[in-house]
């Protein structure tokens, strides 16, 4: 029997393909495809490269992120369908390519975010 694992996330490459895994998905997903051009006006290339320097430093410790990534995500809902949509999407780019702590740590660190973003525009 062959089986197949996935590794962890260790490399910048590999932040780099949780993000845009993510990004693709989001990308395409109906529900919150509109709001990330429409409403967040989120320019791609500026953003992934902050992602990157802001997952890398997160689960790889470089830190290389500066800021807070919070106040970029303000515009989105913070809580309903598409606060849930954008936590499943994110656990799902991670479930298809990597598995362990790393992994797990990421999803963590995703959930603590949208409960950041929740708890600001609750103030």
């Not at 395409?28 to 320019?43: M, R, Y």
């Not at 606060?83 to 963590?108: H, P, Y």
Request: glycine share 4%; proline share 6%.
């Amino acid at each position: 029997m062959i089986t197949t694992s996935t590794p962890d996330i260790r490399t910048e490459a590999d932040i780099k393909t949780l993000i845009n895994s993510f990004c693709q998905k989001a990308n395409g997903d109906e529900l919150l495809a509109p709001l990330f051009s429409a409403v967040a006006q989120i320019h791609w290339p500026n953003h992934l490269t902050g992602m990157y320097d802001f997952w890398s430093s997160v689960l790889l410790g470089t830190n290389r992120h500066a800021g807070e990534p919070i106040p970029r995500h303000l515009a989105l809902p913070a809580s309903g369908p598409h606060s849930q949509r954008w936590i499943s999407l994110f656990f799902k780019a991670v479930e298809d390519n990597f598995t362990g702590l790393k992994a797990e740590e990421a999803k963590k660190k995703a959930k603590s975010i949208a409960a950041q973003i929740q708890q600001n525009t609750l103030r």
